[in-house]
Structure formats: structure tokens, C-alpha cells
């Protein structure tokens, strides 16, 4: 796991001063380099080729072979290429024994070697036999090219900057930002959809000309353009499902076990998250097989009552198992007080401040010398387990009611008291109960709907916004999708959205800030491939998500873990938000911190502050989505 960057200059790279100077553009990359140095803390390098105007950087988190014959950049033996990586490929073990076999000749233990020769010998066909998580970028000499990508589900992250001199990638925003020159523009569509979803669904970020390479793409750019950006990986619905539900009970138990195995591997200690829930807690058992003696780690969050849920659970199983455990205490003061360098480490104001938690237990585990942890990460994404899922089942009756009354449960949600925790559930689902077919799907990931959002912006920024559509990514995705089931349709923008643009985004982010690797080995490739065979009524069967998942590990685990209630980590940041972080939230968004910024209406803004506070809406994930915001724009556009 590491952190890569590099360049590409245009012909006429040549309109600005620095980028007359070669040493300059060095300056500018191993500066950049530093300020990813928390991703890898054991070494970095660099490769330049100034005839090429080509520039690549490495910071590495030793994992795989931590000699130094694992150093990156890596080029193979002729000199064809340099390869820079962040990643991990599981089945390197494999592909380096067939690549043997063609008479490769291996110098390392390490799997970057791996991708060198498998590039040289298939291209970017090599693509679909890597099952790992990954972003590569390799410079190719004979085609003067870079090739770029990225793994299948998007766990690794890569960005690049564009313009008319000069294409940068990096797997952080903040080490681009050393080549626009000052060129930087907040992208309005983007800013929209933080606050529409609490995270930024599609390629978007906060800057016009920064974007995400999608999850399972790649891109060739030649003389710093962009010369072809090809989708490699794409979820096919059309395997045959199991008709035989023991059978399916019996095979997942093997792809599961054997997911779970293979994202052992390691040359260095592998610890694990344990929530106590089904995800992490099946991790860990299976894990167990591998490592008798894992250490892991949950949160201690007693301090507030509802909070503790979890705590009792996680200790229940790691006594189930016998495997230590370590409580990371959690304050408020700790989440409420981290939430500027939250914002700094994940380089994208999303509003949501359980991602915290990560970086605490990885701090605690970089501490007891552990690189490598497993999380339960993406079983809810694939198997079932969101609130959205149960609702989902309840459509089906709402679909045989008049359009007449349909519409008026969408009116009448708006009505219910947002102060209470059941009436705000019903009235998430009601609203948008008058919509059908795709936008209904899309509606259960929508945090703020459009009138209300644009009512948020000032008066100019509502202009350039007249056409724009932050739900207009999910659409184009479920266009391209060839299925007409709704859980089908549902599951794949968790996967293809929900995951890449939040949930691993934070968790990769945040663990990286302390130079720790996570790993999910509920997405593993054959996991993933293998759930699409399950029929979707043995994931959601009637109120009980990831059914299938539970008859598997009640051979493992105590059955009141596996049939607990789900509870997450609830954060009581609507309390904190009226209270702890009332002062702080009227301060960051004041008059005239707003009035400053030009992009929001400040008395739309105070309104919903004051509403908020006085319990008529339930406004604090969009206000804590204002913060961010701020805060994302102190920190990465205005020079301290």
C-alpha cells in the first residue's frame, strides 16, 4: 500500500515559467511526494525521463517483500518500462508462477514485479487476472505513453489534473495541486452533490480540473492529453443463478474462506477491525484459520448513551474466538475536534465523521507495529444490510397505490417530526414516494433534494446550476446496466458509487494517514463474482438483510451475534451540532465567511442553522456538509 504521482508535459508546455525548467517540475513532484508521505513512511523514489517530459514518484508502506528489491519505481530487466503501484494484488503468487513458466526471470519477491511482466507480456489484457486492489501507472518507453488504472470497485484512489500544459495523477488531491500553477477553480456541480448525497457520486471533486479515474478504467495519456479512457470491468448480470439454496450455502462458505485466506498474505503482522457485527466478526473467524493469535481492535464510545451498542458485542466474540482485543476509547472532543484534519486527510468534504474512527484504531495499531488490517467493509454493499434494502421491499406494495396517493405520502413526509429517530426513518422513506422506476433507486441515496439544495446556493451560483443534475451520474449508470431488477439496480450504485465514493474513499484515506494498509476481503474478486449468483430474495428475505450470509456463519459465530440488531456507529452529531458545535458552526459559516466565499446564500443558510437548532428540520448532515465545504476551501485554496 503506498502512494504514487507523476506527470506528463504537453508539446507546448512552455506558456508558463515552470514548466520551462525541468528541475523545476522535479521541485514540484518530490514536493508533492512529501506531502503523501504519510501513505508510505518506509521510502519513496523517483524517476524522470525530461526528453519525454515525464516525471513519476513513490512513497512505499513495505507490506509484500520489504527488501529493497521491492523499491518503486520498478522497471523490468530491458529497460521498457517503470512501473509505480498502490495496491496489493492477492493472486501475484499465482500469475508470478505462470509468468515463470514463459521464462521471466524474477529479481524480487515483490508483486509490483508481478505487473511489470504481466504488462510487458499481455498489456492492459492484464487487467481481469489481477485480484487485488489497485491503482497503477506505468511509463511505457517504446509507445512514449503512460498507462493509468484502477481496480475494479475503485478501493484504491487516484486522481488527475488536466490543462492545456500539463497532465498530473496522484493518489491524493493535495499533492496535484503543486502543478496548476494557481489554476483552481471550485467545480459548482460538484459542490452540489457533497450536499445532495453527503459524498460526491461520479468522477467529480471540489476543483473544475481535478478529476477521479473511475473504478474499473484505465486511461493512456500521451504527450500529457488523454488519448483513450476505456472501462475494463463491468458487472455482469447474466450469470445463471443458484436454484438450490443448501448448495449456495455450501459454496459461499468456501468462496468466503477462501476470499478471507488469500487477503492474508503479508510479509508483515495482518490485525483486523472488530465492530462486533456480522462483517467484521465473520472477517475475523475465518482469519483466525491463518492467524491464531490476530489482535483487534473496536471503538469504546460509552460516553453517550446509545452509543455503547457495539462495545458488548465485539468483546463477545473475540472471547468466542480467543483472540486479543484492543478498546480504542473515543471522546467527543476527539471527533469533534478532528474534524479540520478529517477534511485535510481525505481531500474531499464529505460529511460524515465516523471516518475518524478509522484513523483512531489505526493510530493505535501503527503503534503496536501493525501495518496491515482487515475490515468487514462492503458486505451490506453486496449481500444486503442497509435500512434502504428493508424499504426497498416495502416499494414493491407502494407501487400497486394510486400515483394520486403515492404523491401525497411525499407531501406528507415532509410534515413529520424530525426530532424523532422513528419519524425521521418514515419520513426518509416516504419522501420521494412519488417517484418511479430509476429515480426512486436513486432517491434512497439522496440526502437533500433539489429545491431545497438550491435554494442553499447565491444567487450566481444558482445560474450556473440551472441545468445541472447532481443525480445525473447514477442515471447514466443504471442506463448502461442490463437488468430491470430493482435490487439488482439498488446493489449496483452501493457498489459502484456508495463504496468507491465514501465508504472506501474514507477508510483508505484515513487509515493511510497513519501509514496503515486496510484491506476488504468481503470484495474480494471471487466473492464479488460469486454473490451475483445468489438469487437477491436469499440476501433480503422479507425484514432480514444478508440471510444467506447468516446460515453460513452460524457454523462460526454465536447466533446473537449473527442476528443482532444492526446498529452502526450513530453519532450523536445532531446533539452536537445544537450544542458542542453550535458555536464552531457559526463561526465557520458567519455572514461574512460566506459572503466571502460567493458560492452560498448566507441568509438561507442562517435560516437553516436556526431551524435546525430549534428542532423544526433535521438539517445537521447538510450543515456539517457546509462545514466541510469551508473548511476543504481554507485548507486546499487559500495560502496560510
Not at 494484488?89 to 509490483?112: A, C, E, Q
Not at 457495539?310 to 467527543?332: G, M
Not at 451520474?473 to 450504485?493: A, G, I, V, Y
Not at 440476501?539 to 444467506?548: D, E, F, P, R, T
Amino acid at each position: 500500500m503506498c502512494g504514487i504521482l507523476g506527470y506528463s508535459l504537453t508539446k507546448n508546455s512552455t506558456d508558463e515559467n515552470f514548466f520551462e525548467d525541468p528541475k523545476s517540475l522535479e521541485r514540484i513532484l518530490i514536493e508533492g511526494n512529501k506531502l503523501i508521505k504519510h501513505r508510505g513512511p518506509d521510502d519513496s523514489g523517483h524517476f524522470f525521463d525530461h526528453f519525454a517530459g515525464v516525471g513519476f514518484g513513490h512513497r512505499r508502506l513495505s507490506i509484500i517483500d520489504t527488501s529493497s528489491l521491492g523499491k518503486q519505481p520498478m522497471r523490468d530487466s530491458d529497460n521498457k518500462i517503470e512501473v509505480i503501484y498502490n495496491g496489493e494484488i492477492y493472486n501475484f503468487k499465482s500469475l508470478r508462477k505462470d509468468l515463470k513458466r514463459k521464462g521471466v526471470n524474477f529479481k524480487s519477491n515483490s508483486d509490483t514485479e508481478v505487473i511489470v511482466y504481466l504488462y510487458l507480456k499481455y498489456g492492459n489484457k492484464m487487467l481481469p487476472m489481477l485480484n487485488g486492489i489497485f491503482s497503477i501507472a506505468i511509463w511505457d518507453k517504446e509507445q512514449q505513453e503512460i498507462f493509468i488504472a484502477r481496480d475494479n470497485l475503485g478501493v484504491k484512489p487516484l486522481y488527475y489534473y488536466q490543462d492545456d500544459n500539463i497532465f498530473a495523477f496522484s493518489s491524493e488531491i493535495k499533492a496535484l495541486l503543486g502543478f496548476s500553477n494557481g489554476n483552481l477553480k471550485l467545480d459548482l456541480e460538484s459542490l452540489a452533490r457533497y450536499i445532495s448525497f453527503l459524498w460526491c457520486p461520479g468522477n467529480g471533486t471540489p476543483i473544475t480540473k481535478i478529476k477521479k479515474l473511475k473504478p474499473g478504467h484505465y486511461m493512456i495519456v500521451k504527450k500529457g492529453k488523454i488519448s483513450k479512457y476505456v472501462k475494463w470491468f463491468n458487472i455482469d448480470y447474466s450469470k445463471k443463478k443458484y436454484s438450490n439454496k443448501d448448495k449456495c450455502i455450501e459454496d459461499l462458505d468456501k468462496v468466503l474462506r477462501t476470499s478471507i485466506h488469500n487477503q492474508m498474505i503479508s510479509d508483515v503482522e495482518v490485525g483486523a477491525f472488530l465492530s462486533g457485527g456480522l462483517d467484521s466478526s465473520s472477517v475475523v473467524a475465518f482469519a483466525k484459520e491463518i492467524n491464531p493469535s490476530m489482535q483487534c481492535f473496536t471503538i469504546n464510545a460509552s460516553y453517550e448513551k446509545g452509543m455503547e451498542d457495539d462495545l458488548p458485542y465485539a468483546k463477545q466474540v473475540a472471547k468466542h474466538l480467543n483472540l486479543p482485543l484492543t478498546e480504542v476509547n473515543v471522546t467527543p472532543d476527539m471527533m469533534i475536534n478532528g474534524i479540520e484534519n478529517m477534511v485535510i486527510q481525505m481531500d474531499e468534504p464529505l460529511a460524515d465523521i465516523a471516518p475518524l474512527n478509522v484513523k483512531f484504531i489505526s493510530e493505535i495499531a501503527k503503534n503496536q507495529n501493525i501495518k496491515v488490517l482487515l475490515s468487514g467493509a462492503g458486505g451490506d454493499d453486496i449481500f444486503t444490510g442497509y435500512r434502504r434494502h428493508i424499504a426497498l421491499k416495502f416499494d414493491n406494495f407502494l407501487s400497486h397505490l394510486p400515483r394520486s396517493i403515492m404523491h401525497s405520502l411525499d407531501s406528507f413526509s415532509s410534515k413529520l417530526d424530525q426530532s424523532s429517530p422513528t419519524l425521521r426513518r418514515i419520513s426518509k422513506f416516504l419522501n420521494g414516494s412519488g417517484l418511479a422506476g430509476d429515480e426512486r433507486i436513486i432517491n434512497y441515496f439522496l440526502w437533500t433534494n433539489k429545491s431545497d439544495l438550491m435554494n442553499l446556493f447565491s444567487e450566481d451560483a444558482r445560474k450556473i446550476l440551472a441545468l445541472c443534475d447532481p443525480s445525473m451520474p447514477m442515471r447514466e449508470h443504471l442506463n448502461e446496466q442490463q437488468t430491470n431488477d430493482n435490487f439488482d439496480k439498488m446493489l449496483s450504485l452501493e457498489q459502484r458509487f456508495f463504496l468507491s465514493d465514501h465508504n472506501l474513499l474514507y477508510t483508505d484515506k484515513m487509515s493511510m494517514a497513519e501509514g496503515v494498509e486496510v484491506r476488504v476481503p468481503l470484495l474480494d474478486n471471487d466473492l464479488l463474482e460469486f454473490s451475483r449468483k445468489i438469487p437477491n430474495k436469499w440476501k433480503q428475505k422479507g425484514l432480514s438483510g444478508k440471510w444467506i450470509f447468516k446460515k453460513v456463519m452460524e457454523k462460526y459465530l454465536p447466533k446473537k451475534i449473527i442476528y443482532r440488531p444492526k446498529s452502526g456507529f450513530g453519532l450523536p452529531l445532531r446533539n452536537w451540532i445544537r450544542n458542542e458545535l453550535k458555536v464552531f458552526t457559526r463561526d465557520i459559516l458567519s455572514e461574512d465567511t460566506i459572503k466571502k466565499r460567493g458560492v452560498f446564500d448566507h441568509n438561507a443558510v442562517r435560516t437553516m442553522i436556526e431551524q435546525n437548532e430549534r428542532g423544526e428540520v433535521d438539517s445537521s448532515y447538510t450543515i456539517l456538509s457546509l462545514i466541510c465545504i469551508e473548511i476543504w476551501c481554507q485548507k486546499f485554496l487559500e495560502k496560510e
